[in-house]
């Protein structure tokens, strides 16, 4: 009984390197979130996918692309990191009509851009 | 845009303190709103979800309440526990289909 899992679980890359953190579900949910967390600044949401095949910037989308590569799988791409994007990244998912279902999460890569 | 609030941003009580934790919203146009609990490098396990058709929801020795009118949700926990130490979060989503989260209570309960 996974849930939402997430690799790496933590990463240390140069300024400029790029990377791709894996989101996969079993839930067999439609929704998927890319969410990053920082101290003071709450959770905020960068992309999500509502179902498969659409994806849609969040509150703060620049610097990361998203993939949506089946139902299953939602991966968060950094292209050029900069320290800036030094945070806690966390996937989630949630059923169609998230009207009446909530977020299950993974439990997050901590990454580190030095 | 929908802001939420939780306060206080800690909270230390001795074991078997009853205890309520609060969070706020300003726009009572919402789907529901969900408690999750993170502890220390983990992610975020969920606690509690109300539909916003709903006043409270329980599980064990928690109770989850919603106020719609007022923007208010309150989580309480009975009996407080050591192993409940943790940061509590709320989360609302409202009718655009958009979640908002609180920054957190970290509450300590000493043994």
């Known amino acids: 009984n996974a849930g939402v899992t997430q690799t790496p679980k933590f990463q240390v890359l140069k300024t400029g390197q790029s990377m791709t953190l894996q989101c996969a579900q079993d839930m067999n949910h439609n929704s998927m979130y890319w969410y990053r967390q920082d101290p003071g600044m709450g959770l905020r949401l960068i992309y999500y996918?509502?179902?498969?095949?659409?994806?849609d910037k969040g509150e703060v989308p620049n610097g990361y692309n998203v993939s949506r590569l089946n139902k299953r799988e939602f991966s968060l791409r950094l292209e050029s990191a900069a320290p800036s994007q030094t945070s806690v990244y966390f996937c989630?998912?949630?059923?169609?009509?998230?009207?009446?279902?909530?977020?299950?999460f993974g439990s997050g890569t901590r990454l580190t851009i030095v | 845009k929908q802001e939420v609030t939780q306060i206080p941003a800690a909270l230390s009580v001795p074991e078997g303190e009853n205890l309520v934790l609060n969070c706020s919203f300003t726009d009572s146009a919402i789907y529901n709103l969900q408690w999750f609990r993170q502890d220390p490098g983990k992610g975020l396990t969920s606690l509690l979800l109300i539909q916003s058709s709903q006043r409270e929801q329980t599980s064990g020795r928690l109770n989850a309440s919603l106020d719609k009118s007022s923007g208010r949700s309150t989580l309480y926990i009975a009996a407080s526990q050591p192993g409940d130490s943790a940061t509590y979060l709320c989360?609302?989503?409202?009718?655009?289909?958009?979640?908002?989260f609180g920054d957190g209570t970290t509450l300590t309960v000493k043994p």
């Open positions: 996918s509502a179902s498969e095949g659409t994806t």
């Open positions: 989360a609302v989503k409202t009718n655009a289909g958009k979640s908002t």
């Open positions: 989630a998912s949630s059923p169609l009509g998230t009207q009446y279902y909530g977020y299950t």
